[in-house]
């Protein structure tokens, strides 16, 4: 299958929110993205941004995108996260996400940067197996930890107020 | 104990240098710091910088740090990660690390932010237990993956001659 891969515009950003809609309601959480577009055209194309995008492109259509921004690590110096990689479902299996994952991990030594990071939900066998199968390492020992919404503020009030 | 929390200033570096080298003995990978003191001085206050820290002080004497810079989330919008959370093994035990944490949740909130997000090993229970007092959640289903320095440069040079 032919297609090409090019850096997004702000006109793609309805494009790229339908993807992250179909990875949310893939990992099980399809009411999770609180964001909307223009939050991604207000994030992403603002200077610096606040993550860039690599679209997988045939013709005018977008088959699936890489969402990723710079993160510090305090081991490895600046690296790239990569936090979302979503192929449209009709066209998996034809090495677009193998393509925009290559690209994204080009543009991190185009940079210099010595790491590329991103979260993979356990059951997700088939994208481990890739990651492994290009040399990333898949920690299991590490947990992802969170606090949000009115959790967040919760805890931010109740200690504001001793 | 009474201490201060001030953001670090440049000539600071040095002090956050030696608490990510005892982070990093703590998690067991006393080797793990790539980097040096002045990509600290550097990444830390360039503009925008590429991370802040705020630091637990007593008179002159630094106890602990909290590291930490904005991310993107696909679904909360720009979020806080915090990178690193330690004090010096001396003198844990007198609410240090929960001051600095609460720290970085009140910033969060101050920015609009929704999320906080960090990440923890699974066998450090102690720090689990308070992060869950505090209404964050642990997750156990998601992985870290990450390609770094060699693995990556050899991928994308073997993807490149494809």
């Not at 005018?60 to 890489?66: P, R």
């Amino acid at each position: 299958m032919q297609f090409t891969i090019r850096k997004a515009k702000k006109a793609d950003m309805p494009e790229a929110y339908l993807l992250i809609k179909e990875l949310a309601a893939f990992e099980n959480q399809p009411d999770a993205v609180k964001i909307k577009v223009d939050d991604l055209e207000r994030e992403g194309f603002k200077s610096p941004p606040s993550f860039e995008v690599f679209l997988a492109v045939k013709d005018d259509e977008v088959l699936g995108m890489a969402l990723f921004y710079p993160r510090f690590s305090t081991w490895e110096g600046v690296s790239l996260h990569l936090e979302d990689l979503i192929v449209h479902e009709k066209y998996r299996g034809n090495g677009i996400g193998k393509a925009l994952y290559t690209k994204v991990l080009q543009s991190a030594v185009d940079l210099g940067y010595r790491r590329v990071s991103w979260d993979v939900l356990d059951w997700n066998t088939n994208a481990i197996e890739f990651y492994e199968s290009t040399g990333a390492t898949v920690f299991k020992n590490w947990c992802i930890a969170q606090i949000e919404n009115e959790v967040l503020l919760n805890y931010v009030k109740q200690q504001s107020n001793r």
